[in-house]
DNA sequence: TTGTCGATCTCGCAT
DNA sequence: ATGCGAGGTCGACAA
């Protein structure tokens, strides 16, 4: 195992085993029977048989090391900055393989927010008739704008974009961003807020009239 | 293969693949080796040398399938609401490994919020002076308030807790709940908003300021 | 390093 | 099923 760590090559252990987390917060889970997967790049995973994500995990970066202890195998694995320590005890194992894995990560994913922007800005009209973009993550002192432009009328409008049904969080985003605008504009000028998305929770909708904001339905292509 | 997905075991295949979604997005991904894992609740975890997230997956609750097409292996992973499906087509299998697992699944985990919100609790003071808090989770239009209470002169307090240090969207969500509250009590009397965390980002800071919102420096025991 | 925000976020809980 | 918010979120990109 150790000289497959030092190879920089992929392993995985499975058996029964108890883990300790310490860092960020703290953890501790009892005996049961999990998978153990070590990554050449330094990631930990520890996966039991239910869920998507790990029960306990270390981020990519982290120092591997394996110990024997009493007869029995340990994992280490550490991190500097912030510190955090994961460990994983075995009682038992039950099989351990060791794969040398390169892979050019070359995932190209459609339906994402950039691809609503896209599509926004070959279609401008999805916005409204007469809507002119003029710059996209144009910044502001709240953070940058997704889509700035403006309207038929000249006036300036925000655009925030949401790839799929939106609640709360993304009008107060919107609203942060007009508000900064307007403050930093000092203009006088109303600024208008559009919100973009396939479509608002009923609370996202009330928010959206009470601070005057506006929504499109459109979502990613296809 | 298909035999331990039937007897719901874990199953774990390492190869050369290639790796297609199609459901909430839509990915593809070309040849490459990868550590491919199905859980017996349903979960498909396609995982790269590199980092922490599988880059490609199914959740829980999806039925596994595998078939052969000319003297090929395709994994195919399929759940309803929403429709989506996962294709790992394999044109090399270096190893394949089954395991019977069960896991009491007994995770305790120390330093989240809900043990910042006892610590509150727990020392009012912490909050300021004089602090009584009323009640935790405390409805409002705008959705649950983390504790809800009075000042020493009898005004009401929102808290908002956050565990770690943050950023605009915690304020946002402060504001939220004592704007809800404002309106649904009709109350002229002000209501104090106070965002509770180690720290806060600059921006946060300004926006709390504009919003007439407070903030009070505490973290999670420990 | 920190800040900010998207994500096929996931997960849990409540309606 | 949907809504809402927490998360050791992760990951990417910019300052």
Redesign the interface.
Known sequence: MAAAIERDE?L?V?GRCTVEYEG???????P????V?L???G?A?V??????K????Q??GCSHEVRLADGAVRIESRRTGPDEELTVAFERI??V?T??????????????EEDLRQRILETPDLVEEGFTPLATERET???AVDVYGRDRDGRTVVVELK??RVG??AV??L??YV?ALERDLHANAEIRGILISPSVTE?AR??LA?KGLEFVSVG?P?
């Not at 794969?99 to 994402?112: I, K, N």
């Open positions: 992929m995985t499975f960020r917060a703290a953890s501790h889970l009892g049961g029977d999990r998978l997967v990554k050449p790049d990631t995973l996966h039991t048989d239910e869920g998507q790990p029960v306990n995990w981020p990519p039950e099989q393989s794969f040398d894995v390169t892979d050019r990560r070359d995932l190209s994913l459609q339906g994402t002192p709240a953070g790839r799929k709360p969080d107060g985003q609203d942060r508000e609370r009330n928010l009470e990613p296809e």
